[in-house]
């Protein structure tokens, strides 16, 4: 056995291998090969002198000794990286962080919160999918992600799941459609614009609509937000949207509030993280992201972030 030659990142390679379950994902998160991988687990079994995983199928599963190891020394590791970041104030956060975040989270509060993130820890790379909530949940569960913005409440055994609040939002038209409608609109089709059906705006358009008795016959699809508002200044028809997305076409005169009797809640939003997530990195990111606020576009808590004018 020859202890005095294992080095730190033998024991970070092991303790990111038991937390995401594959090589492959562990050479991902360390920014490294799936070979480089393999030869720190060789080395650091060599010596050990034991075996630390054990092949089952086409996996690399945890010996006994290998699951024991991980659980001794992952309080330690976790308190050495969280003793070395508190001693440098966290200045020097480094690594990446991977987000998984619905569209509408990624179009309002996620572009500022990252900015502030990046110019007050430059040494963090962030990797950004936009997804749908199944395929968020299972990046976090997965290990894809370190963290996700979904909609609605996520239930399960090994999430956690955090209100990060709601994003207001409003019916709303070109002044050449708003202006052609009647009070008696309820009658017409009107041309109305959504999210595709797995979107919680659809949910949200379909049940308002159903409530006030307007048609919904004629609801167009479009899966990028960005796309759909254009669609709608340009006369294309009406749409819900998140009001942050908004405010400044709404100011400039190319969009009118419409629709206003038709009421519908805000959207809730949810942080959601591994209910055991232990990386000092991830969880000052994450104690961070506690404050972003899809509302005003921004996030703002404890002095951190620009303000909301609204």
Not at 69 to 81: A, F, G, I, S, T
Not at 125 to 140: C, K, N, P, S, Y
Not at 279 to 301: F, N
Request: hydrophobic letters at 45%; glycine letters at 8%; proline letters at 6%.
């Amino acid at each position: 056995m020859s202890i005095d030659r294992i080095s730190l990142y033998h024991l970070e390679t092991l303790v990111c291998i038991s937390q995401l379950g594959t090589f492959a994902a562990a050479a991902e998160r360390l920014n490294t090969t799936q070979p480089a991988v393999s030869a720190r687990v060789t080395e650091l079994q060599d010596r050990l002198g034991m075996a630390l995983f054990q092949r089952s199928g086409r996996n690399m599963i945890l010996t006994p000794e290998g699951r024991k190891l991980v659980q001794d020394y992952l309080p330690v590791w976790e308190k050495l990286r969280g003793i070395l970041l508190r001693t440098a104030e966290f200045e020097q956060l480094s690594g990446v962080v991977r987000i998984g975040v619905g569209e509408i989270a990624a179009a309002t509060c996620l572009p500022p919160f990252v900015a502030e993130q990046r110019i007050r820890f430059p040494g963090l790379i962030f990797e950004i999918d936009v997804e749908l909530t199944a395929q968020l949940i299972h990046g976090v569960l997965t290990g894809k992600f370190d963290f996700a913005l979904a909609a609605g409440s996520i239930a399960h055994p090994v999430l956690k799941s955090t209100p990060v609040g709601a994003a207001k939002v409003l019916w709303v038209a070109s002044p050449q459609i708003a202006s052609g409608l009647r009070p008696d609109a309820v009658q017409e089709r009107l041309p109305f614009w959504s999210l595709p059906g797995h979107s919680p705006l659809y949910g949200a358009m379909r049940q308002a609509l159903a409530e006030n008795g307007l048609p919904d016959q004629s609801i167009s699809l479009c899966n990028n937000l960005r796309t759909m508002i254009d669609i709608v200044m340009m006369g294309g028809g009406l749409a819900l949207v998140p009001e942050a997305m908004v405010r400044d076409h709404i100011r400039g005169g190319q969009l009118v509030p419409v629709l206003e009797d038709v009421k519908v809640e805000p959207i809730a939003f949810q942080i959601i993280s591994r209910l055991m997530e232990r990386d000092p990195v991830v969880v000052e990111i994450l104690r961070r992201a506690d404050g972003m606020d899809l509302g005003a576009g921004s996030y703002s808590k404890n002095g951190r972030g620009p303000e909301s004018d609204m």
